[in-house]
């Protein structure tokens, strides 16, 4: 398994660090930890000489260049407390000059991870604004697996909730979870959510998830979790999917999310938005967001 790991040396970043012992990770795998260091350059005076703003660039670069080196120096701390929690790993640090977002796709896209973990950093309103959320960017653009790590602890049993909607997406998000090893005790709780906006709008759909259901997709999926030794247990319910979703992993204790990057339809997405977006951004618990990898 192949995992790459976006840092920026917050407490956001090391949460994320903290939360993979509880990703169900094999073994054995490789990660790679990449920093970058974002490179600004200030706008020069329009009636600047050239060579005032050649200097002016090349004071941005030695700083961007010196945020790096000390970014470097974070991720290879990271490397050496994350080889604690995973062992069997081999697990390097890397820095490089770029804007984070795109940078990290980047490598993503050059390395193909089998999953893209980050934490959940804390952009002002007026930054998400202007320049979006770095955790949006990677979720909407990734074409691998994205983790958003919140929980800090080791907590015991494990709670997980599956977001079922029918979709090839949700059915990879499925197979992402039971393709972990999980501990022991592990609990997963399968909910699939009818919204009653869009069924107004264009007649029921999904009809093999609410007819029926512990003998349709949801009873398979559960009896595939069972199979594998989890606990398991469904639930169908009405109402604004990440709405629904949120609440119930909130009120449940929920530890993490899997849901899939891709809705039922694209029409039902275009009315009501990403549920998937939604639970990254909003969520209290860990998120994943499971597309299937090329």
Known sequence: MKLL?????????????????????????????????????????????????????????????????????EAQNAALLLKETLPGWT???????????WGLLKRADDWKPDLFCLGAPHASRLERLF????????????????????????????????????????????????????????EVLVVSVQDSRFTRFAGTILSSLYDEPEKGILGQVVD????????????VLDGVPKSELL????????????VGASGAGALQRAILGSVSAALAARAACSVEVVRPVA
């Open 5 to 73: 790991i976006g840092f920026d040396g917050s407490p956001s970043s090391l949460i994320a660090l903290h939360d993979l012992q509880n990703a169900g990770l094999p073994a054995s795998g490789e990660a790679l930890i990449l920093t970058l260091a974002d490179f600004f350059l200030p706008p020069s005076p329009p009636d600047a000489p050239f060579n005032a703003m050649e200097q002016n660039a090349l004071v941005a670069r030695r700083e961007a260049e010196q945020r790096r080196d000390a970014l470097l120096v």
């Open 224 to 235: 595939r979790c069972r199979a594998a030794g989890l606990t398991a247990s469904w639930k």
């Open 247 to 258: 609440a119930v992993a909130a009120e449940g204790g929920i530890h993490s999310v899997f």
């Open 91 to 101: 697990i390097r640090a890397e820095a490089d000059i770029d804007a984070p977002a």
């Open 131 to 186: 320049f979006g959320s770095l955790c949006q960017k990677i979720v909407s653009h990734a074409h691998c697996p994205v983790r958003i790590g919140r929980i800090e602890g080791l907590p015991r049993p494990l709670k997980l909730l599956l977001a079922i909607d029918g979709s090839a997406d949700a059915q990879a998000a499925a197979d992402a979870l039971l393709a972990r090893q999980w501990p022991s005790g592990t």
